[in-house]
């Protein structure tokens, strides 16, 4: 069977997908809670102010979780799963753990006809082979204060390297 | 927010999308073209290198899971979350969510947004003055059954017009965002209603630049979920592709 095609998110998503907590998978009090944290930018260097970010990841010791509880956290419960609207400047913003190989990232913004994925790795060791040398550092997080920054260029020179996946929607 | 659409110096016409529009037509796949002028906001936002074919790898074999904890099933109905009843006409929206063997996607998130019945969206962005409706907010949420079936109460979305061109017009339409059990699976979409005249001139269905590939957003009227005295029916299927291997066949 044909997969149903994507269609964009729009500019009116956000009371509708937005939901408080949706960016804090744990407390910041957390004592291993880390800040994931970037700018989504556009092909001429602008913020992107209505994009969705989403983030999936395993737990730190790499075990995948499969938990409910994502829309109404309990402040316990590590589902692993969290989303974030970019604000007025394009920037987004997670409180997470730390996972041991990368964040796998959902992109949805108006004027994206279809959703992208990309990596946010935490070393260049576990970047594909694959990907052109000269874009393997748009894969990368940044060490910068108690955070990792990652900005998602969409489109330009230094644009962030985005997945398809063969044998989904391809 | 500054649409690109806004900035050129002349404002393009409905004649002058719909011809690029016609150019384009059965230039892409089953999927929208990402790269796609006659929608111009995304002439900055779409990638201009080649997508990196991979595996998934991880948790990417895996998806999000939600629970009766996450979703009340009272937000499947969009008509009762406020004190009155929405004006416009009152419809069942229903249909099943598989993969692409026609295995169920069970128990998984799906989340509907929409304008109300006077194509007005209740995001403070929307400056259409159209009204608003005190009893409808036109956000909703479920999870599907053990079948992957899937089904909202809600009211038909009006048309509405948007900066893309001059007297640009969009088709009615919900918003439909959904999680299979990978997560490349994640589909976020719009539904459209059979027969809407304005479909040839919509550059964002357009996008899809085959007719048949469009078919497959527009939901089918179906008498049978017709509630007398109460509501119309449309149903609408949705295909999420993938995954080729198992989740426990990946190390």
């Known amino acids: 069977m044909t997969g149903t095609p994507g269609q964009t998110v729009g500019p009116f998503f956000e009371y509708a997908l937005a939901y408080p907590g949706g960016s804090e998978l744990v407390p910041r009090s957390d004592p291993g809670a880390v800040r994931l944290f970037g700018r989504v930018l556009d092909g001429a260097g602008d913020p992107v102010p209505d994009a969705l970010i989403e983030i999936w990841q395993p737990a730190p010791d790499g075990s995948v979780v499969q938990r409910a509880g994502s ?8 589902t ?3 989303r974030c609207a970019t604000d007025d400047a394009g920037q987004y913003g997670f409180t997470t753990l730390a996972p041991p190989s990368f964040w796998s990232i959902a992109v949805f913004a108006r004027g994206l006809l279809d959703r992208l ?14 990907i052109p040398d000269d874009r393997r550092a748009s894969l990368i997080v940044g060490r910068e204060g108690a955070g990792y920054r990652f900005d998602i260029r969409l489109q330009g020179e230094d644009e962030t390297v985005f997945f398809s996946f063969p044998g989904y929607r391809d | 927010m500054t649409d690109p659409a806004r900035r050129r110096p002349a404002e393009p016409s409905q004649a002058g999308v719909t011809a690029e529009i016609a150019a384009l037509g059965g230039s892409g796949g089953a999927q929208p073209r990402m790269d796609y002028p006659p929608y111009r906001s995304s002439l900055l936002r779409h990638p201009s290198k080649a997508l990196q074919q991979a595996d998934p790898e991880g948790v990417e074999w895996f998806a999000p899971m939600f629970g009766a904890q996450d979703v009340n099933p009272i ?5 009762i979350q406020h004190r009155g009843v929405p004006i416009g006409e009152r419809l069942t929206v229903t249909g099943r969510v598989s993969d692409g063997d026609g295995r169920p996607v069970a128990h998984q998130l799906l989340e509907v947004w929409q304008a109300n019945a006077a194509g007005r969206y209740i995001h403070q962005g929307d400056q259409h003055p159209a009204p608003l409706d005190p009893n409808f907010t036109g956000a909703g949420r479920c999870l599907t059954d053990s079948d992957g079936c899937y089904r909202f ?3 038909k979305p009006g048309p509405y017009p948007w900066g893309n061109h001059r007297n640009a017009w969009r ?5 439909f965002s959904l999680f299979g059990s990978a997560f490349p699976q994640r589909l976020v979409t719009q539904m459209y209603f059979p027969g809407d005249p304005l479909f040839p001139y919509d ?3 357009q996008a899809i630049t085959g007719a048949r590939d469009r078919e497959r957003l527009i939901a089918t009227y179906d008498h049978d979920l017709t509630i007398p005295q109460i509501s119309t029916g449309y149903r609408w299927d949705v295909v999420l592709t993938g995954p080729r291997r198992t989740p426990t ?3």
Do not use: K, M, N
């Open chain 1, 80 to 82: 692993g799963w969290g």
């Open chain 2, 249 to 251: 066949e990946q190390s």
């Open chain 2, 203 to 205: 550059p964002i269905l």
């Open chain 1, 117 to 130: 994925f990309t990596r946010a790795y935490l070393t260049s060791d576990d970047v594909p082979l694959s």
């Open chain 2, 171 to 175: 088709p009615a339409h919900i918003h």
């Open chain 2, 153 to 155: 109460t809600t009211v």
């Open chain 1, 71 to 78: 829309l109404h956290r309990d402040g316990w419960t590590f």
């Open chain 2, 75 to 79: 937000e499947a109905d969009l008509t």
